[in-house]
């Protein structure tokens, strides 16, 4: 039986783990990033606030969900109308769906260049944007929608960070899934050489190239989502 590192967040794993076991693969549980809240500035505090001021409000992941929820849900018994809500991809957008907005998101791919694609982004003379993230990332997105015309406004709600009690694995596993560039840092940092001796699952094209530029060999899923990483394994196995 294959030995298979999952590496998602806390509270993030049990779908991928259970969809492993049903393929008949022993999932190894252990976390590589750890998610904390960021302090939320007066400024940014103030742009929830008047959240329906904007004329799209983009959330990056389910993470920015989970965490956005946690402020505006003290501002806004109900979600302000006229504004579109938008999401990278499926999982984020079953994420505001469920929290009760009606989002809309890229018919394909799971990325800022889907999403840039999207019809209501294309004329943004005059609009107002807000981008809920974390820390860092989609500056491409951001640059974009400005050489649009668009006003783009970012609040970083939460931090990734290298889990604390993160190591190798013992016995090593057969394959690792990675599903961000930052994991893959902190994978590489616990693992070094013995990665190359472990079939590498890269979440996006994105993700495959920063493990290439630091010597290592990946397969590429279709999209970090649990089905496509687990579908790219079998292909793999």
């Excluded at 504004?83 to 984020?92: E, Q």
């Excluded at 970083?156 to 893959?184: F, G, N, Q």
């Excluded at 079939?199 to 630091?214: C, T, Y």
Aim: some cysteine; hydrophobic content about 40%; overall charge neutral.
């Amino acid at each position: 039986m294959k030995r298979i590192w999952v590496t998602r967040p806390e509270g993030q794993q049990a779908p991928l783990v259970a969809l492993l076991e049903r393929a008949g693969f022993k999932a190894v549980v252990q976390s590589s990033l750890q998610l904390e809240a960021l302090p939320i500035s007066p400024e940014d505090k103030e742009r929830l606030i008047n959240i329906d001021n904007y004329q799209a409000v983009f959330f990056v992941s389910t993470n920015a969900v989970r965490y956005a929820l946690k402020v505006l849900e003290d501002y806004w018994p109900q979600w302000p109308v006229g504004v579109n809500w938008l999401a990278v991809g499926d999982a984020t957008a079953k994420a505001l769906s469920a929290a009760g907005f009606v989002p809309q998101w890229p018919e394909s791919g799971f990325n800022s260049e889907a999403a840039l694609a999207m019809p209501s982004l294309q004329q943004m003379e005059g609009q107002k944007v807000l981008i809920l993230r974390g820390e860092t990332g989609r500056e491409l997105f951001t640059d974009t929608l400005r050489a649009r015309g668009a006003t783009v406004e970012r609040i970083p709600l939460y931090r990734r960070r290298c889990h604390p009690s993160l190591k190798w694995p013992s016995p090593a596993p057969d394959a690792v899934m990675v599903t961000s560039v930052e994991s893959w840092h902190c994978i590489h940092k616990c693992g070094g050489a013995k990665l190359h001796d472990t079939l590498i699952i890269a979440g996006s094209e994105r993700i495959a190239q920063a493990i290439n530029d630091m010597g290592f060999h990946s397969v590429v899923a279709a999209s970090p989502h649990d089905e496509d990483m687990v579908g790219c394994l079998k292909q793999h196995r």
